[in-house]
């Protein structure tokens, strides 16, 4: 099986190395692709050296899987010459996302519906991964009719040079701004750009990604997407209306027993979920689960993820297990 990372060198691509080889990923060949500034640059994976190449060689070698992380534009310009090579393509930009074409995968939840036809696969936004995986068997179980959600996000989330301006705030050196204001020792309610309805086009990800996963135009979203000086995850206050009545006991039982989730949710003991313990790991960390005591049918919770791991890498990777275990990929 040959494999590409496309964007091997940024933050995202870097945490796809890592997982890759947490999670021991077989692979025969292992392609790295990065902007022509890097190309021929070396990278140690697994005590072995790669040099970096360029798109095109990459394109040529027709990869059996290529993993995407390095932007919309990259995406929709390469992601189909590779499939037209016979690659399956799993891209972690918006590019593809919402394209009633292209599968909108998290392996959990839909990772069914894969086909070897699929050769364009779309991985979600960071913030939809962690809340719908939490939504779905709760969906099923009670039929979400509302959520509204509010996301206190992590500077990775918008990469390198947001840390480093966070990093530089801190130190007190000057240096290029991500953000319209210095996000140290701030909160910024704007994430992306702001679309014509006043929402930011994170916000309109997830209305959007949340109704298409789940299979569900029904459900109703609206976000506020918030970004905070913490690295380590995406933390969500969420707020679920539900078409019938719910136990609290076994809403806690329905989400313990959902593959990737871990219910942290002790508060006599102070236990919940933090971007602090969630940082490096995989799983989506669900906690403050309570009923809201306005109105009927109706449930709080607080989820956090890793942005870099579940919300992009580690989904990336499962989507690319889930083609392997399928046999999609023939030798």
């Given at each position: 099986?040959?494999?590409?990372?496309?964007?091997?060198?940024?933050?995202?691509?870097?945490?796809?190395?890592?997982?890759?080889?947490?999670?021991?990923?077989?692979?025969?060949?292992?392609?790295?692709?990065?902007?022509?500034?890097?190309i021929g640059?070396k990278?140690?994976?697994?005590?072995?050296?790669?040099?970096?190449?360029?798109?095109?060689?990459?394109?040529?070698?027709?990869?059996?899987?290529?993993?995407?992380?390095?932007?919309?534009?990259t995406?929709?310009?390469?992601?189909?010459?590779?499939?037209?090579?016979?690659?399956?393509?799993?891209?972690?930009?918006?590019?593809?996302?919402?394209?009633?074409?292209?599968?909108?995968?998290?392996?959990?939840?839909?990772?069914?519906?894969l086909?070897?036809?699929?050769k364009?696969?779309?991985?979600?936004?960071?913030?939809?991964?962690?809340?719908?995986?939490?939504?779905?068997?709760?969906?099923?179980?009670?039929?979400?009719?509302?959520?509204?959600?509010?996301?206190?996000?992590s500077?990775?989330?918008?990469?390198?040079?947001?840390?480093?301006?966070?990093?530089?705030?801190?130190?007190?050196?000057?240096?290029?701004?991500?953000?319209?204001?210095?996000?140290?020792?701030?909160?910024?309610?704007h994430?992306?750009?702001?679309?014509?309805?006043?929402?930011?086009?994170?916000?309109?990800k997830?209305?959007?990604?949340?109704?298409?996963?789940?299979?569900?135009?029904?459900?109703?979203?609206?976000?506020?997407?918030?970004?905070?000086?913490?690295?380590?995850?995406?933390?969500?206050?969420?707020?679920v209306?539900?078409?019938?009545?719910?136990n609290?006991?076994?809403?806690?039982?329905?989400l313990?027993?959902?593959?990737g989730?871990?219910?942290?949710?002790?508060?006599?003991?102070?236990?919940?979920?933090?971007?602090?313990?969630?940082?490096?790991?995989?799983?989506?960390?669900?906690?403050?689960?309570?009923?809201?005591?306005?109105?009927?049918?109706?449930?709080?919770?607080?989820?956090?993820?890793?942005?870099?791991?579940?919300?992009?890498?580690?989904?990336a990777?499962?989507?690319?297990?889930?083609?392997?275990?399928q046999?999609?990929?023939?030798?």
């Amino acid at each position: 099986m040959k494999l590409a990372i496309i964007g091997a060198t940024g933050l995202v691509g870097s945490e796809i190395l890592c997982v890759l080889d947490e999670r021991n990923v077989a692979f025969d060949e292992l392609l790295l692709v990065a902007s022509e500034r890097s190309i021929g640059k070396k990278v140690i994976f697994k005590n072995k050296q790669y040099a970096i190449i360029g798109m095109q060689e990459a394109i040529n070698q027709q990869p059996d899987i290529a993993i995407f992380s390095a932007g919309g534009d990259t995406s929709l310009k390469f992601a189909p010459e590779f499939a037209k090579a016979g690659t399956y393509v799993i891209d972690n930009s918006s590019a593809w996302r919402m394209n009633p074409n292209n599968k909108l995968i998290v392996p959990e939840i839909n990772g069914y519906e894969l086909t070897e036809n699929d050769k364009i696969i779309a991985n979600p936004n960071c913030s939809t991964i962690q809340m719908v995986l939490a939504l779905s068997p709760l969906h099923q179980a009670y039929k979400v009719k509302r959520v509204v959600v509010s996301t206190y996000q992590s500077v990775t989330g918008t990469g390198k040079a947001a840390v480093d301006q966070m990093n530089n705030e801190r130190q007190g050196i000057e240096g290029d701004m991500v953000y319209p204001y210095p996000i140290d020792k701030n909160v910024i309610p704007h994430i992306d750009v702001f679309m014509d309805n006043d929402y930011t086009k994170e916000e309109m990800k997830m209305v959007n990604e949340t109704k298409k996963i789940l299979g569900d135009d029904t459900v109703l979203v609206t976000a506020t997407a918030v970004r905070l000086p913490v690295v380590g995850g995406h933390a969500e206050s969420v707020n679920v209306e539900f078409e019938t009545d719910f136990n609290i006991t076994e809403v806690r039982e329905l989400l313990s027993k959902t593959s990737g989730i871990i219910v942290q949710d002790n508060v006599a003991n102070n236990e919940y979920p933090m971007p602090l313990f969630a940082h490096g790991k995989d799983a989506v960390f669900v906690g403050r689960i309570r009923r809201d005591e306005t109105q009927p049918n109706t449930l709080n919770m607080w989820i956090v993820a890793d942005n870099l791991r579940k919300g992009a890498a580690t989904n990336a990777v499962q989507i690319a297990e889930h083609i392997l275990a399928q046999q999609l990929v023939h030798a």
